[in-house]
């Protein structure tokens, strides 16, 4: 029987190198801040999962990876046991390693007549700014500022990502950026942090509003 609350939502993050000047869990506190922003009567927001594929950061310490088949089967038990109560499963998740794994599992999640879905909480379209860059260490610094070494902030490698994706996925991270950053932090701000942070929520509570799940994928349109 389906009780209150009638939408469960599960921050999923990641545990990986963002570095010198961000904690290895950005990706998870991005998310969970996401998925707290979503509170509401009728909505339930789980524990963090903070670990996730982050097998292209495997060469930095601090990477903590479970890769993709495990996190897609965790994903497909949590959505099983969650809709057992709760009407509706969201997936907010905050690190582009997981997408694999959120492809496999919540569309399996709809076919077995589960209402469950995904949607990403990133704001960033420049392709030459993709891990712990301008836009990610903005949001940081507006969110938690007290988290952030500004003073260890150094530019990574700036390259489209469409040009390094060949040698990322050959030798993950670490073979385009010995730092493992991904754009340029220097230039962040906590005004801009906040700038983004409203965008994020906007096109986040509108992907839920419309509850569109994709076919092929499950995310939220």
Same mark, same amino acid.
């Given at each position: 029987?389906?009780?209150? +609350?009638?939408?469960?939502?599960?921050?999923?993050?990641?545990?990986? $190198?963002?570095?010198?000047?961000?904690?290895? $869990?950005?990706?998870? &506190?991005?998310?969970?801040?996401?998925?707290?922003?979503?509170?509401?009567?009728?909505?339930?927001? &789980?524990?963090?999962?903070?670990?996730?594929?982050?097998?292209?950061? $495997?060469?930095?310490?601090?990477?903590?990876?479970?890769?993709?088949?495990?996190?897609?089967?965790?994903?497909?038990?949590?959505?099983?046991?969650?809709?057992?109560?709760? %009407?509706?499963?969201?997936?907010?998740?905050?690190?582009?390693?997981? *997408?694999?794994? *959120?492809?496999?599992?919540?569309?399996?999640?709809?076919?077995?007549?589960?209402?469950? %879905?995904?949607?990403?909480?990133?704001?960033?379209?420049?392709?030459?700014?993709?891990?712990?860059?301008?836009?990610?260490?903005?949001?940081?610094?507006?969110?938690?500022?007290?988290?952030?070494?500004?003073?260890?902030?150094?530019?990574?490698?700036?390259?489209?990502?469409?040009?390094?994706?060949?040698?990322?996925?050959?030798?993950?991270?670490?073979?385009?950026? +010995?730092?493992?950053?991904?754009?340029?932090?220097?230039?962040?701000?906590?005004?801009?942090?906040?700038?983004?942070?409203?965008?994020?929520?906007?096109?986040?509570?509108?992907?839920? %509003?419309?509850?569109?799940?994709?076919?092929?994928?499950?995310?939220?349109?």
């Amino acid at each position: 029987m389906t009780i209150e +609350p009638v939408l469960a939502v599960l921050p999923l993050g990641a545990t990986e $190198q963002h570095g010198a000047h961000l904690p290895t $869990q950005t990706d998870t &506190l991005l998310a969970t801040a996401t998925a707290d922003a979503l509170a509401a009567a009728g909505v339930l927001v &789980l524990p963090a999962l903070a670990y996730g594929a982050s097998g292209e950061h $495997q060469s930095f310490p601090g990477t903590v990876s479970t890769g993709t088949d495990a996190l897609a089967q965790t994903l497909i038990e949590l959505g099983r046991s969650v809709s057992t109560w709760a %009407a509706r499963f969201v997936v907010v998740n905050g690190h582009g390693g997981n *997408l694999d794994a *959120l492809r496999r599992a919540v569309p399996l999640l709809r076919h077995e007549g589960r209402d469950a %879905a995904w949607l990403p909480c990133r704001t960033s379209v420049d392709p030459a700014d993709t891990h712990a860059g301008h836009a990610e260490t903005s949001l940081m610094l507006h969110l938690h500022p007290d988290l952030v070494r500004m003073d260890r902030a150094a530019p990574g490698c700036t390259r489209p990502l469409a040009e390094i994706l060949p040698s990322l996925r050959d030798g993950g991270v670490a073979a385009v950026s +010995p730092s493992g950053v991904l754009g340029d932090p220097t230039t962040a701000t906590a005004s801009d942090g906040r700038r983004l942070w409203d965008e994020l929520l906007a096109d986040v509570r509108g992907r839920l %509003a419309r509850w569109a799940p994709g076919d092929s994928d499950g995310m939220l349109r």
